[in-house]
């Protein structure tokens, strides 16, 4: 069992900048793959980022902006958001599963979500 939750939303001008944080529970923390989706208002929730056994991977339309990390001794991951759009405005969520991948039924676990808004 995997219990995520997600901090570090607010709201932001565009162009600037946001820290969202994922702590995760569980002993084996570092076997999982960790996503951040989004889902923005009348639209489905999609992929954002993963990082899993090092590797990092971004939606297009982040790459360049957004970074994920993670830090196992605190089961805890990061999204750095750089260059903030008002186009990233969504509620953001964190995921955990076994195998890396773009798909929301590629994770098992998911957090609660933390609201991001960038102002124009």
């Known amino acids: 069992q995997v219990q995520l939750v997600e901090s570090g939303g607010g709201l932001v001008q565009a162009g600037g900048s946001l820290r969202l944080s994922c702590a995760a529970s569980?002993?084996?923390?570092?076997?999982?793959?960790m996503g951040w989706f989004r889902q923005a208002p009348g639209k489905e929730r999609e992929f954002v980022s993963v990082?899993?056994?090092?590797?990092?991977y971004y939606a297009d339309s982040v790459k360049g902006r957004f970074t994920i990390s993670s830090d196992n001794a605190k089961n805890t991951v990061y999204l750095q958001m750089n260059s903030l759009k008002p186009e990233d405005t969504a509620v953001y969520y964190c995921?955990?599963?076994?195998?890396?991948?773009?798909?929301?039924?590629?994770?098992?676990?998911w957090g609660q979500g933390t609201q991001v808004t960038v102002s124009s």
């Open positions: 995921a955990a599963g076994l195998v890396a991948g773009r798909k929301l039924d590629n994770y098992d676990y």
């Open positions: 569980g002993r084996t923390f570092s076997n999982y793959a």
């Open positions: 990082i899993s056994w090092g590797r990092t």
